[in-house]
């Protein structure tokens, strides 16, 4: 595979966005919204095929990837209210939105704070709320324990952003958040290390990453949040999660399916957190299966 990507783009929304947009249809527009640490790099295996049915746009949020902070916050609500002056701004006809474990908490949020701004969400190893029973892994959550504790978490992320080897960084990562990390070729890892070297110039790289952490882990603390967020949420859903996810265990995903039986879900046997990145293939033709039902 050799990727030919669209340029990168900047757009002002107090600060710059930094995002691609691969040409589609003008009535629909897929905004790609990545994960915690991630960056546009998450989608350029699926977005040339998402772009049959639509403009894609995948954007770096405000501390991640090439979009720096400057001065914007990094919690749920900061970045949420960033992806609705993008959705506000650069998308076009209908928007649909897809996101990736913390970028599927972003799109949910969106998505039931102003339900006018979303048609669907696409939602991929997305971080659901905890169900009962159904236990995460125990390094992943002793992991983001320490990112919670005062100093141990923000030294953490100094070490992960600025002090370890970039492409140690890519390759570490992807074997947690996929199931085969020889499924990913070579020049899609090459394309997230250029973005953690390009990341890891940012002296605001590390406290980003612990504020969206930290914030991740008060919504989840929350009883009555989680639920009244998905409850307010009207758009159709497709869930599409790996039963290999170590970071979301799929058991979240199906749980909150049972709570919203009008969803569409498909749990793939085989994958892991990123399915877009592990089986593009499979994942475009679930969403491409899908689509007649929003439109």
Same mark, same amino acid.
């Given at each position: 595979?050799?990727?030919?990507?669209?340029?990168?783009?900047?757009?002002?929304?107090?600060?710059?966005?930094?995002?691609?947009?691969?040409?589609?249809?003008?009535?629909?527009?897929?905004?790609?919204?990545?994960?915690?640490?991630?960056?546009n790099a998450n989608w350029v295996r699926v977005a040339p095929g998402l772009a049959g049915f639509g403009r894609v746009l995948?954007? /770096?949020?405000?501390?991640?990837?090439?979009?720096?902070?400057?001065?914007?916050?990094?919690?749920?609500?900061?970045?949420?209210?960033?992806?609705?002056?993008?959705?506000?701004?650069?998308?076009?006809?209908?928007?649909?939105?897809?996101?990736?474990?913390?970028?599927?908490?972003?799109?949910?949020?969106?998505?039931?704070?102003?339900?006018?701004?979303?048609?669907?969400?696409?939602?991929?190893?997305?971080?659901?709320?905890?169900?009962?029973?159904?236990?995460?892994?125990?390094?992943?959550?002793?992991?983001?324990?320490?990112?919670?504790?005062?100093?141990?978490?923000?030294?953490?992320?100094?070490?992960?952003?600025?002090?370890? /080897?970039?492409?140690?960084?890519?390759?570490?990562?992807?074997?947690?958040?996929?199931?085969?990390?020889?499924?990913?070729?070579?020049?899609?890892?090459?394309?997230?290390?250029?973005?953690?070297?390009?990341?890891?110039?940012?002296? /605001?790289?590390?406290?980003?990453?612990?504020d969206a952490a930290r914030s991740l882990l008060r919504l989840g603390r929350r009883p009555d949040a989680a639920p009244r967020?998905?409850?307010?949420?009207?758009?159709?859903?497709?869930?599409?999660?790996?039963?290999? /996810?170590?970071?979301?265990p799929a058991g979240w995903a199906e749980a909150a399916l049972r709570e919203h039986p009008t969803w569409r879900g498909r749990?793939?046997?085989?994958?892991?957190?990123?399915?877009?990145?592990?089986?593009?293939?499979?994942?475009?033709?679930?969403?491409?299966?899908?689509?007649?039902?929003?439109?």
């Amino acid at each position: 595979m050799t990727l030919d990507l669209p340029a990168l783009q900047t757009i002002d929304l107090d600060g710059p966005v930094s995002y691609r947009e691969w040409a589609g249809p003008a009535e629909t527009t897929f905004v790609l919204v990545h994960g915690l640490g991630g960056s546009n790099a998450n989608w350029v295996r699926v977005a040339p095929g998402l772009a049959g049915f639509g403009r894609v746009l995948a954007l /770096d949020l405000p501390g991640f990837g090439r979009s720096p902070r400057v001065g914007r916050g990094s919690g749920m609500m900061d970045l949420r209210r960033t992806l609705s002056r993008f959705v506000e701004t650069a998308a076009t006809g209908e928007v649909i939105l897809s996101g990736n474990s913390m970028g599927g908490v972003v799109s949910m949020i969106q998505a039931a704070v102003e339900p006018g701004s979303v048609r669907a969400l696409v939602l991929t190893g997305a971080g659901f709320p905890r169900a009962k029973h159904v236990r995460p892994h125990p390094l992943v959550w002793a992991t983001f324990t320490m990112y919670e504790a005062p100093q141990v978490g923000d030294l953490l992320a100094q070490v992960r952003t600025r002090e370890i /080897d970039a492409e140690r960084v890519v390759r570490l990562g992807m074997r947690v958040i996929t199931a085969n990390a020889s499924s990913i070729p070579d020049d899609v890892i090459e394309l997230h290390v250029d973005a953690v070297r390009a990341h890891a110039n940012d002296p /605001d790289a590390g406290p980003a990453f612990v504020d969206a952490a930290r914030s991740l882990l008060r919504l989840g603390r929350r009883p009555d949040a989680a639920p009244r967020i998905l409850g307010n949420v009207t758009a159709p859903v497709l869930v599409l999660h790996g039963r290999r /996810d170590t970071l979301v265990p799929a058991g979240w995903a199906e749980a909150a399916l049972r709570e919203h039986p009008t969803w569409r879900g498909r749990i793939f046997p085989d994958l892991g957190h990123v399915p877009m990145l592990e089986a593009p293939g499979r994942w475009l033709a679930e969403v491409a299966d899908w689509l007649p039902e929003v439109r």
